[in-house]
Protein backbone atom coordinates (compact mmCIF):
# COMPACT_ATOMS: atom_id res chain seq x y z
CA UNK A 1 0.00 0.00 0.00
CA UNK A 2 1.11 3.44 -0.73
CA UNK A 3 2.76 5.81 2.00
CA UNK A 4 0.65 8.18 3.61
CA UNK A 5 1.01 11.63 1.96
CA UNK A 6 0.88 14.96 3.85
CA UNK A 7 0.92 18.53 2.36
CA UNK A 8 4.19 20.02 3.27
CA UNK A 9 5.97 23.28 1.98
CA UNK A 10 8.74 22.04 -0.14
CA UNK A 11 5.90 19.57 -2.23
CA UNK A 12 2.68 22.85 -1.85
CA UNK A 13 6.09 24.79 -3.42
CA UNK A 14 6.90 22.27 -6.75
CA UNK A 15 3.30 22.40 -7.30
CA UNK A 16 3.22 25.88 -7.57
CA UNK A 17 6.59 26.06 -9.99
CA UNK A 18 4.38 23.43 -12.17
CA UNK A 19 1.35 25.28 -12.67
CA UNK A 20 2.79 28.15 -13.71
CA UNK A 21 4.78 26.45 -16.32
CA UNK A 22 1.38 24.90 -17.83
CA UNK A 23 0.18 26.30 -21.48
CA UNK A 24 -1.20 29.77 -20.27
CA UNK A 25 -3.99 29.18 -23.83
CA UNK A 26 -5.32 26.26 -23.18
CA UNK A 27 -9.23 26.05 -22.64
CA UNK A 28 -11.52 23.02 -22.40
CA UNK A 29 -14.56 23.92 -24.52
CA UNK A 30 -17.16 21.22 -23.63
CA UNK A 31 -19.72 22.76 -25.78
CA UNK A 32 -23.07 21.19 -25.80
CA UNK A 33 -24.23 19.85 -28.77
CA UNK A 34 -27.51 22.78 -29.94
CA UNK A 35 -29.82 19.70 -29.71
CA UNK A 36 -29.37 19.10 -26.10
CA UNK A 37 -29.77 23.15 -25.38
CA UNK A 38 -32.68 23.53 -24.03
CA UNK A 39 -32.55 27.30 -24.31
CA UNK A 40 -30.07 28.54 -26.83
CA UNK A 41 -30.38 32.11 -25.49
CA UNK A 42 -30.01 31.25 -21.57
CA UNK A 43 -26.82 29.20 -23.05
CA UNK A 44 -25.64 32.10 -24.98
CA UNK A 45 -26.03 34.49 -21.92
CA UNK A 46 -24.19 31.87 -19.35
CA UNK A 47 -21.39 31.97 -22.29
CA UNK A 48 -20.83 35.85 -21.45
CA UNK A 49 -20.22 34.80 -17.48
CA UNK A 50 -17.37 33.99 -15.74
CA UNK A 51 -17.19 31.34 -12.17
CA UNK A 52 -14.73 30.76 -10.17
CA UNK A 53 -13.94 27.32 -8.01
CA UNK A 54 -11.76 26.43 -5.36
CA UNK A 55 -9.67 23.28 -5.22
CA UNK A 56 -9.16 23.24 -1.76
CA UNK A 57 -6.06 20.77 -0.47
CA UNK A 58 -5.67 20.40 2.97
CA UNK A 59 -4.49 17.69 5.74
CA UNK A 60 -7.04 16.03 7.44
CA UNK A 61 -6.19 13.64 10.55
CA UNK A 62 -2.38 15.03 9.11
CA UNK A 63 -3.05 13.33 5.63
CA UNK A 64 -3.02 15.07 2.58
CA UNK A 65 -7.14 15.11 1.23
CA UNK A 66 -9.29 17.28 -0.86
CA UNK A 67 -12.55 19.32 0.13
CA UNK A 68 -15.50 19.18 -1.44
CA UNK A 69 -19.18 19.91 -1.71
CA UNK A 70 -22.51 18.55 -2.15
CA UNK A 71 -24.77 20.89 -3.88
CA UNK A 72 -28.28 21.47 -2.89
CA UNK A 73 -30.93 20.02 -4.21
CA UNK A 74 -32.72 22.87 -4.38
CA UNK A 75 -30.72 25.04 -7.00
CA UNK A 76 -31.64 25.17 -10.41
CA UNK A 77 -28.29 23.75 -12.04
CA UNK A 78 -26.35 20.46 -10.62
CA UNK A 79 -28.73 19.91 -8.14
CA UNK A 80 -27.36 17.54 -5.59
CA UNK A 81 -24.09 17.06 -7.34
CA UNK A 82 -20.80 16.76 -5.77
CA UNK A 83 -18.69 19.87 -6.54
CA UNK A 84 -15.64 22.42 -5.37
CA UNK A 85 -16.62 25.37 -3.95
CA UNK A 86 -17.57 27.89 -5.97
CA UNK A 87 -19.55 30.59 -8.26
CA UNK A 88 -20.01 33.32 -10.59
CA UNK A 89 -17.02 36.02 -9.84
CA UNK A 90 -18.73 39.45 -9.23
CA UNK A 91 -17.99 42.58 -10.79
CA UNK A 92 -14.58 44.27 -9.99
CA UNK A 93 -14.05 40.78 -8.20
CA UNK A 94 -10.23 39.02 -9.30
CA UNK A 95 -10.76 35.13 -10.07
CA UNK A 96 -8.57 34.51 -6.85
CA UNK A 97 -10.99 36.43 -4.70
CA UNK A 98 -14.06 34.90 -6.35
CA UNK A 99 -12.55 31.40 -5.13
CA UNK A 100 -11.87 32.18 -2.09
CA UNK A 101 -15.00 34.08 -0.98
CA UNK A 102 -16.84 31.42 -2.31
CA UNK A 103 -15.29 28.44 -0.16
CA UNK A 104 -15.79 31.09 3.25
CA UNK A 105 -19.31 31.25 2.18
CA UNK A 106 -20.36 27.12 1.11
CA UNK A 107 -17.82 25.79 3.90
CA UNK A 108 -16.55 28.39 6.42
CA UNK A 109 -13.12 27.12 5.78
CA UNK A 110 -10.48 30.33 5.93
CA UNK A 111 -7.12 31.79 4.67
CA UNK A 112 -6.90 29.53 1.57
CA UNK A 113 -3.02 30.35 -0.23
CA UNK A 114 -3.53 30.18 -3.90
CA UNK A 115 -0.81 28.14 -5.49
CA UNK A 116 -2.35 28.87 -9.43
CA UNK A 117 -4.55 28.10 -11.79
CA UNK A 118 -5.79 25.05 -13.70
CA UNK A 119 -7.21 25.33 -17.55
CA UNK A 120 -10.27 27.34 -17.87
CA UNK A 121 -13.05 24.78 -18.82
CA UNK A 122 -17.14 25.74 -19.81
CA UNK A 123 -19.26 24.44 -17.69
CA UNK A 124 -21.97 22.26 -19.59
CA UNK A 125 -24.51 25.07 -18.64
CA UNK A 126 -22.16 27.61 -21.12
CA UNK A 127 -20.57 29.18 -17.99
CA UNK A 128 -16.29 29.34 -18.21
CA UNK A 129 -15.00 28.50 -15.06
CA UNK A 130 -11.56 28.70 -13.96
CA UNK A 131 -10.29 26.40 -10.82
CA UNK A 132 -8.13 28.11 -8.36
CA UNK A 133 -5.97 25.63 -6.42
CA UNK A 134 -4.99 26.24 -3.06
CA UNK A 135 -3.61 25.20 0.17
CA UNK A 136 -5.85 25.83 3.86
CA UNK A 137 -2.62 25.92 6.17
CA UNK A 138 -4.53 24.45 9.47
CA UNK A 139 -4.69 20.86 11.02
CA UNK A 140 -7.98 19.58 10.18
CA UNK A 141 -9.91 17.08 12.01
CA UNK A 142 -12.90 14.52 10.81
CA UNK A 143 -15.00 16.47 13.16
CA UNK A 144 -13.98 19.73 11.68
CA UNK A 145 -15.10 18.52 8.13
CA UNK A 146 -18.04 17.10 10.20
CA UNK A 147 -18.85 20.67 11.89
CA UNK A 148 -18.25 22.15 8.58
CA UNK A 149 -21.72 20.58 7.08
CA UNK A 150 -24.04 22.25 9.53
CA UNK A 151 -22.35 25.20 8.34
CA UNK A 152 -22.53 24.63 4.52
CA UNK A 153 -26.58 23.79 5.59
CA UNK A 154 -27.02 27.26 5.94
CA UNK A 155 -26.08 28.27 2.52
CA UNK A 156 -28.51 27.70 0.20
CA UNK A 157 -26.63 26.33 -2.43
CA UNK A 158 -24.62 23.49 -0.29
CA UNK A 159 -25.98 20.71 1.55
CA UNK A 160 -23.31 19.02 3.11
CA UNK A 161 -19.48 18.71 2.57
CA UNK A 162 -16.69 16.12 2.90
CA UNK A 163 -12.86 15.59 2.28
CA UNK A 164 -10.93 12.83 0.34
CA UNK A 165 -7.58 11.62 0.56
CA UNK A 166 -5.40 12.06 -2.28
CA UNK A 167 -4.42 8.11 -1.58
CA UNK A 168 -8.37 7.22 -2.29
CA UNK A 169 -8.69 9.45 -5.27
CA UNK A 170 -5.31 7.53 -6.78
CA UNK A 171 -6.04 4.14 -5.27
CA UNK A 172 -6.87 1.59 -7.85
CA UNK A 173 -10.17 1.02 -9.39
CA UNK A 174 -11.80 4.85 -7.94
CA UNK A 175 -11.21 5.85 -11.28
CA UNK A 176 -13.22 4.79 -14.31
CA UNK A 177 -13.79 6.37 -17.81
CA UNK A 178 -17.64 6.77 -18.70
CA UNK A 179 -19.11 7.87 -22.10
CA UNK A 180 -21.20 11.04 -20.98
CA UNK A 181 -24.62 11.19 -23.30
CA UNK A 182 -22.76 9.40 -25.90
CA UNK A 183 -20.39 12.48 -26.79
CA UNK A 184 -17.53 12.76 -24.41
CA UNK A 185 -15.39 10.27 -22.11
CA UNK A 186 -15.14 11.54 -18.80
CA UNK A 187 -13.55 10.34 -15.48
CA UNK A 188 -15.69 9.25 -12.51
CA UNK A 189 -13.91 9.07 -9.04
CA UNK A 190 -16.06 6.52 -7.52
CA UNK A 191 -15.50 7.41 -3.55
CA UNK A 192 -17.46 7.78 -0.48
CA UNK A 193 -20.37 9.21 0.50
CA UNK A 194 -21.12 9.53 -3.55
CA UNK A 195 -19.02 9.75 -6.51
CA UNK A 196 -17.65 12.41 -8.28
CA UNK A 197 -18.52 13.01 -11.66
CA UNK A 198 -19.04 15.58 -14.57
CA UNK A 199 -16.94 19.15 -14.73
CA UNK A 200 -15.69 18.21 -11.25
CA UNK A 201 -14.37 15.04 -11.51
CA UNK A 202 -12.98 16.68 -15.24
CA UNK A 203 -11.37 19.32 -13.26
CA UNK A 204 -10.07 16.95 -10.49
CA UNK A 205 -8.54 14.26 -12.95
CA UNK A 206 -6.74 17.59 -15.07
CA UNK A 207 -5.52 18.38 -10.87
CA UNK A 208 -3.80 14.99 -10.47
CA UNK A 209 -2.56 14.94 -13.78
CA UNK A 210 -1.05 18.31 -14.22
CA UNK A 211 -0.48 19.21 -10.77
CA UNK A 212 0.80 16.09 -8.66
CA UNK A 213 2.00 14.53 -12.47
CA UNK A 214 -0.17 11.52 -11.43
CA UNK A 215 -0.50 9.05 -14.71
CA UNK A 216 -3.69 7.56 -14.24
CA UNK A 217 -3.02 5.05 -17.42
CA UNK A 218 0.41 3.50 -16.01
CA UNK A 219 0.35 4.35 -12.58
CA UNK A 220 -1.94 3.08 -9.65
CA UNK A 221 -0.32 5.15 -6.78
CA UNK A 222 0.09 8.84 -6.59
CA UNK A 223 3.96 8.89 -7.98
CA UNK A 224 5.94 12.28 -6.97
CA UNK A 225 7.85 14.39 -9.87
CA UNK A 226 10.99 13.95 -8.25
CA UNK A 227 13.36 13.21 -4.59
CA UNK A 228 12.54 16.15 -3.12
CA UNK A 229 9.00 16.27 -3.78
CA UNK A 230 8.78 12.29 -2.72
CA UNK A 231 10.80 13.48 1.00
CA UNK A 232 8.46 16.25 0.98
CA UNK A 233 5.13 14.43 0.33
CA UNK A 234 5.83 11.14 2.76
CA UNK A 235 5.08 10.85 6.20
Partial sequence: SSAMLRFEQRFLEAMRRRLRLLPPTKEYEKMMPAELQEDAAEYARRARRCAAVAVPLLNVEGEAAMLFTVR????????????FPGGHVDAGETIHAAAIRELEEETAVRD???????????????TMVTPVIGFVPHEFSRIDIGSMVQHARSSPEVDSC?????????????????????????????????PIWGLTAFILDGVLRDAFNWDASTSNELVLSNKEDQEACAD
Fill in 162 to 194: FSVTLRELTSPGIREMNHVRGRWVMPRFNVMPQ
Fill in 112 to 126: MQVLGEWHRVRAITG
Fill in 72 to 83: SKRVNTHAGHVS
